[in-house]
């Protein structure tokens, strides 16, 4: 399945914020950064579905929203090629309630009534298992997303969803494949779109060619009621910390870097690589002299 209509041919943003059917971009200001901000997400999002063909027969997506900058962001992008006819799934929202420390409960339900979108908030006490298994002054953020992400997995299969459909961009992918490089000696990132483990689910991630640095801009204009993701009193890992300031610095020394790394990613040459279970280099065979 494709998308319908090339993304030049969307009406300018102004005109969409007085025709939208609910309060969406009530917050978005009028102004031509924003009109143009909003179209490359639009166009980056749109690109990544085609990409990675992530219609196919799919009929129902469910949106992991956990309430920062990125999920906000991929939940309002869905909606608005949804709207558009330009993405003919059904949505429903999903935030996981993992019974962290002064977790504000209201925000989300109010925020996602407000906007008239399908939703599900689920309660299920993870962080009681994480404080029991992760030691003292370890982070909690590996355990918790796996927990996380098993409970999403049970409640797309609840709701009759084909796809999970998660707010990892374009800076996460970089950051996971150089933290497979130097930590874990293999070439891997991070796929705009897999099977799960049991084979009856999709992972996708439309925000693949978003970069991170645009979608807060993007939450920031839009006033997203953003929910801190340290409530527990954790920090990612000081390793994607790292990978995040070496590919900051890059960028700020050589503008573009990260936009050429991401498109190396999808221009593999498997013959000059070092895995023969990649290529098979004992077949090679030098063509007869004449």
């Known amino acids: 399945m494709t998308l319908a209509a090339p993304i030049e041919d969307m009406d300018d943003a102004a005109d969409v914020e007085n025709s939208f059917p609910n309060d969406l971009y009530a917050h978005a200001p009028q102004t031509t950064a924003f009109n143009k901000l909003r179209k490359r997400l639009l166009r980056q999002v749109r690109q990544a579905i085609e990409d990675f063909n992530m219609l196919g027969s799919q009929k129902r997506w469910l949106i992991g929203l956990s309430g920062g900058k990125d999920s906000y ?14 993405l003919p799934v059904d949505l429903i929202a999903c935030n996981l309630d993992q019974g962290q420390p002064n977790f504000p409960k209201h925000v989300l339900p109010d925020y996602l009534k407000g906007i008239n979108v399908p939703h599900r908030i689920e309660y299920r ?3 009681s ?14 355990l918790c997303s796996r927990l996380r992400r098993g409970n999403l997995y ?4 609840e709701e009759s969803c084909d796809a999970l459909v998660l707010g990892h961009h ?12 130097f930590h874990g000696g293999r070439l891997a990132a991070m796929p705009a779109k897999l099977l799960n483990d049991e084979g009856d689910l999709f992972v996708l991630r439309p925000l693949a060619y978003c970069a991170e640095e645009d979608l807060a ?17 954790s920090q990612d890992g000081l390793q994607r910390n790292a990978m995040k300031q070496m590919l900051s610095t890059m960028e700020l020394q050589m503008p573009g870097r990260k936009d050429r790394m991401l498109r190396a990613l999808s221009h593999v040459n498997p013959s000059h690589l070092l895995d ?13 002299k004449s």
């Open 125 to 127: 006490d993870t962080y």
């Open 217 to 233: 801009k993007f939450a920031a204009l839009m006033q997203f009621p953003i929910i801190p993701c340290d409530l527990c009193g």
């Open 276 to 288: 023969p279970n990649l290529f098979d280099f004992a077949g090679l065979t030098p063509s007869p």
């Open 129 to 142: 298992v994480v404080k029991e298994k992760v030691p003292e002054g370890a982070t909690y953020c590996s």
């Open 170 to 181: 374009r800076d996460d992918i970089l950051e996971t494949f150089f933290m497979n490089l």
């Open 73 to 86: 962001s991929l939940l309002a992008l869905l909606m608005d090629l949804k709207w558009r006819g330009l």
């Open 154 to 157: 049970r409640i797309a299969r």
